[in-house]
């Protein structure tokens, strides 16, 4: 056994990788093909059976700026030698006919909105802010990462086989089993360290695709002001709201370089 650990460290460490532009080092168990091709049909199953709203100028705002900040993220990949990285993403947005405060990523690309948090997004910079945090998960592949960090606490070695091997069972059942593949769709919980990273991606996209970034403050004011069932159970999974606002606020101006000379950052600063 002693002889096996350092192999296996060995081996998590090459399924270590970085996340753009932050840098922050992630475990990562799972192909993207594999996890995209899981995540696309839990999509469709949540088209299949969520209705999609009737609201064409507020569908439109939705795909238009999800359009436009995922084409600021791969010009910045291009221009980074990342494209490899989204060479298997297909994006799409779509805006649900649901009464609650609430929007998510799925892997590969598939944003969903509900129609719930127009209020609080009032306006097309507003829909920037969660599409962009929204992107910011796909992008940083952290549905990929919370997926390996389970699988790694529940099959401990046994994962190593998926590693070396590809697809698997274990794989395909872990990720069948959190987003309900074959039965309801629930959706995987981001840390508060990937809430916070996305927030901090989120404002850096937007803010290359023309939209200010300063929104994102105001967005998250209006979020507290509203203590409501939906709100809360939306906020739930997030960090406090006076800790993301305070961290929104610092990283407000480096974003607000982007956008105001329309640079890309470097890969990795």
């Known amino acids: 056994m002693k002889k096996l650990i350092p192999i296996l460290l060995a081996m998590f460490m090459l399924s270590c990788s970085s996340v753009m532009m932050t840098g922050r080092r992630q475990l990562n168990l799972v192909s993207d093909a594999e996890l995209n091709q899981l995540s696309f049909a839990a999509y469709k199953q949540l088209k299949d059976s969520v209705p999609m709203s009737t609201d064409r100028t507020n569908t439109a705002m939705v795909k238009r700026v999800g359009t436009n900040i995922a084409a600021a993220v791969e010009k910045y990949m291009r221009e980074n030698g990342l494209e490899d990285q989204i060479e298997n993403f297909q994006w799409e947005y779509n805006l649900f006919k649901i009464n609650q405060v609430n929007a998510f990523a799925m892997p590969g690309g598939k944003i969903a909105v509900y129609d719930g948090i127009l209020p609080k997004t009032m306006n097309e910079t507003g829909m920037a802010v969660v599409v962009g945090h929204e992107i910011a998960h796909v992008v940083a ?14 099959y401990g070695g046994a994962i190593l086989g998926a590693v070396i091997g590809g697809s698997s069972a274990v794989v395909q059942n872990g990720v069948g089993l959190l987003y309900g593949i074959g039965g309801q769709l629930m959706l995987l919980k981001y840390s508060r360290n990937q809430e916070y990273e996305a927030d901090e991606l989120g404002l850096y996209f937007m803010a290359m695709a023309g939209y200010n970034p300063n929104e994102a403050v105001y967005f998250w004011e209006r979020m507290t ?5 939906s709100v809360s159970d939306f906020m739930s999974t997030h960090p406090s709201d006076e800790k993301r606002i305070a961290r929104l606020k610092q990283v407000a101006p480096k974003a607000m370089q982007y956008y105001k000379t329309g640079l890309t950052p470097t890969a990795g600063k």
């Open 141 to 154: 592949r952290h549905s990929a990462e919370r997926y390996s960090q389970q699988v790694a606490a529940q």
């Open 225 to 229: 002001k509203d203590n409501s069932k």
